[in-house]
């Protein structure tokens, strides 16, 4: 209808190409224009302005002798200023940006090893944005942006990668295991020793207190007693803390059962071995 009445329209974000007699002759700017059909005007086409972005995965090898797919993203526009170069010079805009992006990352790629690959994915987006733009402003495009989403290796060695890292990290566990169990068995020793050097200390300190007592009590005896020597004191100790040790025995409802000799003779056995070793223990 609008082609009867010689009236066209272009849309918001969108610029038409006029030709008269099949000759460009300006470019049409949104919102209505007037096209005389019968002079020989026309409009060649529609040039969109709106951002557009273009997803490529590309094959290649690394340093390193890796197959890898590189996925890029480039995003585009049309210049306005270059709006009927961008319509007349390419046929294909895709096309010409996907060819210029397989050179770019055929050509980077290959001299970097896999990780470094990884690593320098900005890099690589760089060559390929300075590359994309200086090419396609000649043909009125602008390259907004260009983006390495992602690098993949092949499976096998994707599998491979990961065994490495698998291993990596099960060969580090194990060395912080053997490390922490070598600090748990000093300090598990460190503590036994001072255990025992305190145990030690205790019984040396009763060990003394009792030779303390028994001193202090023969002295008593002798003074209070006269004629009594320290002989005779200790033995009478030496009994009544042996007495008392078999009444302790006795009491005891789990006690193991325990044979000593018993008698009169036995008693002063028992009080001549206990006294011999508190005065070897005393010479020592």
Same mark, same amino acid.
């Given at each position: 209808?609008?082609? $009867?009445?010689?009236?066209?329209?272009?849309?918001?974000?969108?610029?038409?190409?006029?030709?008269?007699?099949?000759?460009?002759?300006?470019? #049409?700017?949104?919102?209505?224009?007037?096209?005389?059909?019968?002079?020989?005007?026309?409009?060649?086409?529609?040039?969109? &302005?709106?951002?557009?972005?273009?997803?490529?995965?590309? +094959?290649?090898?690394?340093?390193? @002798?890796?197959?890898? @797919?590189?996925?890029?993203?480039?995003?585009?526009?049309?210049?306005? @200023?270059?709006?009927?170069?961008?319509?007349?010079? &390419?046929? @294909?805009?895709?096309?010409?940006?996907?060819?210029?992006?397989?050179? *770019?990352?055929?050509?980077?790629?290959?001299?970097?090893?896999?990780?470094?690959?990884?690593?320098?994915?900005? +890099?690589?987006?760089?060559?390929?944005?300075? +590359?994309?733009?200086?090419?396609?402003?000649?043909?009125?495009?602008?390259?907004?942006?260009?983006?390495?989403?992602?690098?993949?290796?092949?499976?096998?060695?994707?599998?491979?990668?990961?065994?490495?890292?698998?291993?990596?990290? &099960?060969?580090?566990?194990?060395?912080?295991?053997?490390?922490?169990?070598?600090? #748990?068995?000093?300090?598990?020793?460190?503590?036994?020793? +001072?255990?025992?050097?305190?145990?030690?200390?205790?019984?040396?300190?009763?060990?003394?207190?009792?030779?303390?007592?028994?001193?202090?009590?023969? #002295?008593?005896?002798? *003074?209070?007693?006269?004629?009594?020597?320290?002989?005779?004191?200790?033995?009478? *100790? &030496?009994?009544?803390?042996?007495?008392?040790?078999?009444?302790?025995?006795?009491?005891?409802?789990?006690?193991?059962?325990?044979?000593?000799?018993?008698?009169?003779?036995?008693?002063?056995?028992?009080?001549?071995?206990?006294?011999?070793? $508190?005065?070897?223990?005393?010479?020592?």
């Amino acid at each position: 209808m609008g082609n $009867l009445f010689c009236c066209v329209q272009v849309d918001q974000s969108t610029v038409a190409m006029k030709e008269g007699f099949g000759r460009f002759e300006e470019v #049409l700017q949104p919102g209505c224009h007037c096209m005389p059909w019968v002079l020989g005007k026309r409009i060649a086409g529609h040039l969109s &302005l709106r951002l557009q972005q273009l997803d490529i995965r590309c +094959e290649t090898k690394t340093k390193d @002798n890796v197959f890898v @797919n590189v996925v890029a993203s480039i995003q585009y526009r049309a210049l306005v @200023n270059k709006a009927n170069d961008a319509f007349y010079k &390419l046929s @294909n805009t895709r096309s010409q940006i996907q060819a210029y992006v397989f050179d *770019v990352i055929r050509g980077t790629v290959p001299k970097l090893n896999l990780d470094d690959a990884f690593e320098q994915k900005n +890099e690589i987006a760089k060559a390929v944005e300075d +590359e994309l733009e200086k090419a396609m402003s000649a043909y009125g495009y602008e390259i907004v942006q260009t983006l390495i989403v992602d690098i993949e290796p092949d499976e096998h060695v994707k599998r491979a990668m990961n065994e490495i890292n698998a291993a990596a990290r &099960l060969r580090m566990a194990a060395k912080d295991k053997a490390e922490a169990e070598k600090i #748990l068995q000093i300090k598990r020793a460190e503590g036994e020793a +001072e255990s025992k050097y305190l145990s030690g200390l205790g019984i040396a300190r009763q060990r003394q207190a009792i030779v303390d007592g028994l001193r202090d009590s023969v #002295l008593g005896f002798s *003074v209070n007693v006269p004629g009594t020597t320290a002989k005779d004191v200790m033995d009478m *100790v &030496l009994v009544t803390q042996y007495f008392d040790t078999m009444k302790e025995i006795g009491a005891a409802s789990k006690a193991s059962a325990v044979f000593i000799p018993h008698g009169p003779g036995a008693v002063r056995d028992v009080a001549s071995q206990i006294r011999d070793g $508190l005065l070897q223990g005393s010479y020592h």
